[in-house]
């Protein structure tokens, strides 16, 4: 987090302090109980500033992090808008397609049922006139035998 004013305080407070028992130190004294006191509050003071630009870097580094994961989020909700679109659009294709086949489907449909229909006429056609000339052949063969067997009769 950053540091306040009572923070800056809290260090001119003792900072003087600390001077006085490093000079004390370095001249050979021992240190009282209130100056390892001392010490260990400003050792303890940097401790927590450094970890609170820890954190600050911690806290910018979410940050940064939560902003990707916006622009990441943004860009796969145009990734799924483009994908739904162009699903759509083949939906479409699809549609027009099969409404296609099924025309075409339809006239072949259509144009085999009258071919066949053409078909059955000309078989019938054809049948009839089998059945007619054979018709025609059995009574000129009857024809021929009856008079045939008339002339026998006679001679």
């Known amino acids: 987090m ?11 407070m003792i900072e003087p302090k600390i001077k006085e028992i490093e000079q004390r130190f370095s001249d050979g004294e021992g240190l009282t109980q209130d100056d390892i006191n001392t010490l260990l509050l400003k050792s303890q003071y940097n401790h927590i500033n450094h970890l609170d630009g820890k954190l600050n870097e911690v806290t ?3 940050t940064g992090l939560e902003g990707k994961f916006d622009t990441l989020e943004g860009k796969f909700e145009l990734l799924k808008t483009d994908i739904e679109s162009k699903f759509d659009v083949l939906e479409g294709k699809f549609e027009l397609l099969k ?8 006239l072949l449909k259509t144009d085999l049922e009258s071919k066949f229909e053409l078909l059955k006429t000309d078989i019938e ?13 059995l009574v000129a063969a009857m024809g021929f035998f009856l008079t045939l067997s008339k002339l026998i009769d006679k001679f």
């Open 2 to 12: 950053n540091e306040t004013k009572v923070d800056d305080m809290l260090i001119e």
């Open 60 to 62: 910018a580094s979410v």
């Open 99 to 106: 409404t296609d086949l099924e025309g075409k489907f339809e």
């Open 125 to 137: 056609v054809t049948i009839q006139k089998a059945l007619n000339k054979n018709m025609l052949v």
